[in-house]
């Protein structure tokens, strides 16, 4: 989806040092996620926000914090980056509706950490 | 812990065979969807079937749910090369949860 860009798009970091990955959007969703994805584990909610200034922790969010000022911006920090947080990291937006909750996928942030 | 779990976890198939994946769930659902991820790329959403639904149609994937059994299958008809992906089914929890869980994802290889 067009509408959701993240960058940077890839990031070689050092072990102990923080990062940042942001997400913008254009599609006014209410509702932002990030997801990471893994060989052999597929995806897993990082955090996710419901909202400006709304934020929940999602199933594996230790060593991340995530902020949203705006509806636009969903920053996603790692605290102090470890190898083990080597992975594709994605964004995803979308809304309630009585059909489902649909979401849309940015193309990912290749992150690795040496 | 995934919801949702595909299978087969890899599939090969030659070009205009049809293409079937699985999805089985844990816990009760309001709706469940199917995603495409092409090699380097985002997810795509593909279809929705809502829990009160036992079958749905879109172009050349036909989606079937089973509640009783938690269960759902992808079937992709005439299968072309550009079919080539992964796909993932996800699940939300249920209660109106906007919050939704992937599964690990079928590997679709289509030879020309």
């Known amino acids: 989806d067009a509408g959701i860009t993240q960058s940077p798009r890839h990031k070689v970091t050092e072990t102990g040092t923080p990062v940042t990955l942001r997400c913008h959007q254009t599609?006014?969703?209410?509702?932002m996620y990030w997801y990471r994805q893994d060989p052999g584990h597929g995806l897993r909610l990082i955090h996710y926000?419901?909202?400006?200034?709304?934020?929940d922790k999602g199933e594996v969010s230790d060593g991340y914090s995530v902020s949203r000022s705006k509806t636009e911006d969903f920053l996603l920090t790692l605290e102090s980056a470890t190898s083990s947080q080597t992975s594709v990291y994605f964004c995803?937006?979308?809304?309630?509706?009585?059909?489902?909750?649909?979401?849309?996928f940015g193309e990912g942030s290749w992150l690795t950490v040496v | 812990s995934q919801q949702g779990e595909e299978d087969p976890q890899a599939l090969s198939i030659q070009e205009g065979e049809n293409a079937t994946m699985n999805c089985s769930y844990k816990t009760s659902i309001n709706n469940l969807q199917w995603y495409r991820q092409n090699s380097g790329r985002g997810l795509v959403h593909l279809i929705l079937?809502?829990?009160?639904?036992r079958e749905k149609h879109s172009g050349r994937l036909r989606v079937t749910l089973d509640t009783s059994k938690k269960s759902s299958s992808l079937l992709i008809t005439a299968s072309r090369a550009a079919d080539t992906a992964s796909y993932f089914c996800?699940?939300?929890?249920?209660?109106?949860?906007?919050?939704?869980?992937f599964g690990k994802g079928t590997k679709l290889s289509v030879i020309p």
């Open positions: 996800a699940t939300d929890s249920g209660a109106g949860s906007y919050q939704l869980t």
């Open positions: 995803a937006g979308g809304d309630t509706h009585r059909s489902g909750n649909t979401i849309y």
């Open positions: 599609e006014n969703h209410r509702y």
């Open positions: 926000s419901y909202g400006v200034k709304d934020t």
């Open positions: 079937i809502r829990s009160n639904e």
